[in-house]
């Protein structure tokens, strides 16, 4: 796949913001633009993709301080980067101080890392039952004591850290200012927020009003604000209307790595964006295809993997439902170029259809919690307990 706006269209009328390089600590990331972590998606394969595109801070899946401790190969292979990749920034999910704090001494005396994120904002009700993703900051102790630890490890080398959080379990009980404070003064080197509760999962809009007012609650550290950035357009309306340092973008780049040629050109001031048709379109998911059998040096993985991308690809392309069910099952890449090239090559970019929300979406859930878990904001000890299992089979956030 080229790297130029090889379909490049002039909307003149497409709002422009040239907004200046995001600092993070001794880290410039010279377009302010994030790609958000995501279990399942953002691979080596899928970071490449959308690096060569545009620039930007391109996070790992998130893995877990205990299973990285543990060295379980699967964790290694995530927090793996390709030479290419100029800042290499892993997420780490963890439960508990110590182990956090571990998972970041070895990746930093390892020299695995340039930037380090924590997540805080998993909304699976198996783990916030524990008390484990966006359950956690609600105990403030808990959280204080896992930032604090986790800077004071990335700062033995210099390493800008992070947090990735939600507004809070629900709207009674919010927690991203508290958190924030705790975080800035733990000298974090950013601060995520996606304006969302975990009752919300990805249910309704994000609350861009709370991202404003983190940004005003907090000026001393950067801000960057996530949830429903579709286009780049909303990428500049997010700024205009929150004052965010940089945005953190997750579904909207679902089948769309081009998204950040887009991203790049806003920023930029420029209103150059990308408007593939199907020909582009098949180019890019092959490459994807190839990049993925490259990362799991598997053809029938990485061909496995392809398929939950195709959806997001051909989303809005007239593609009949023979040949993207056809796509779904592909075995292997031979195949993959052998159903590409069935496709109406002469279609264009289909405009409104492609744009818009994309992936998950579902209903507001009324969050699973342990008992009494909201009582007090300090951590129990039966709860410390129960925390232990937040970390086990997680993914995603
Ligand atoms: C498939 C999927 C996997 C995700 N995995 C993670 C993760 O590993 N860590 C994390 O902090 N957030 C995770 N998220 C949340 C996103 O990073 C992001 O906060 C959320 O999708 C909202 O942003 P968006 O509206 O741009 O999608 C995930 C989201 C999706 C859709």
């Known amino acids: 796949m080229t790297l130029s706006t090889d379909t490049p269209a002039e909307t003149n009328a497409a709002p422009q913001l040239k907004l200046p390089p995001l600092q993070l600590g001794k880290l410039t990331v010279d377009t302010p633009v994030v790609l958000a972590p995501m279990a399942g998606v953002t691979n080596k394969a899928f970071r490449t993709l959308c690096q060569e595109y545009g620039g930007g801070l391109y996070v790992t899946e998130m893995v877990t301080a205990r299973a990285l401790v543990e060295r379980k190969p699967e ?3 995530i927090i793996d980067h390709d030479d290419h990749e100029k800042i290499r920034s892993i997420q780490i999910y963890g439960v508990d101080a110590v182990n956090v704090g571990k998972a970041i001494r070895m990746v930093v005396e390892e020299d695995r890392a340039d930037h380090i994120d924590l997540n805080f904002g998993c909304p699976v009700p198996k783990v916030t039952k524990r008390g484990g993703g966006s359950a956690l900051p609600w105990k403030t102790d808990l959280f204080t004591a896992i930032v604090q630890t986790a800077v004071r490890e990335a700062s033995r080398n210099d390493i800008p850290l992070t947090i990735k959080m939600r507004k809070g379990i629900d709207e009674d009980h919010l927690t991203y200012l508290d958190s ?13 927020l996606h304006g969302r509760t975990a009752a919300q999962h990805y249910a309704g809009k994000a609350d861009w009003d709370s991202i404003a007012q983190l940004r005003e609650a907090i000026p001393d550290v950067p801000i960057l604000g996530n949830g429903d950035i579709f286009s780049a357009e909303d990428a500049v309306a997010m700024v205009e209307q929150t004052g965010v340092d940089g945005v953190v973008i997750g579904r909207g780049c679902q089948g ?20 593939p048709g199907v020909t582009e379109v098949a180019d890019m998911i092959y490459r994807h295809a190839e990049l993925l059998v490259e990362t799991f040096a598997d053809e029938h993985r990485g061909l496995r993997e392809i398929r939950k991308h195709v959806a997001w690809y051909f989303k809005g392309y007239p593609v009949g439902g023979e040949l993207r069910a056809k796509m779904a099952t592909v075995p292997d890449l031979a195949t993959f170029r052998e159903l590409l090239g069935q496709l ?16 998950r979406a579902g209903t507001p859930k009324v969050p699973s919690l342990p008992d009494g878990w909201l009582d007090s904001r300090i951590l129990g000890d039966t709860e410390r307990l129960g925390l232990v299992e937040a970390e086990l089979d997680i993914s995603g956030g």
Not at 180 to 192: H, Y
Not at 256 to 275: C, I, M, V
Not at 348 to 357: D, I, L, Q, S
């Open 75 to 77: 964790s290694m292979r």
């Open 180 to 192: 924030a404070k705790i975080a800035r003064d733990a000298g974090v080197a950013a601060i995520a």
């Open 256 to 275: 769309r790595p081009w998204l950040f040629g887009d991203l790049q050109n806003a920023f930029e001031g420029t209103a150059e964006r990308y408007r």
């Open 344 to 359: 109406d090559h002469s279609m264009g970019y289909p405009g409104a259809a492609v744009e818009g929300p994309r992936g």
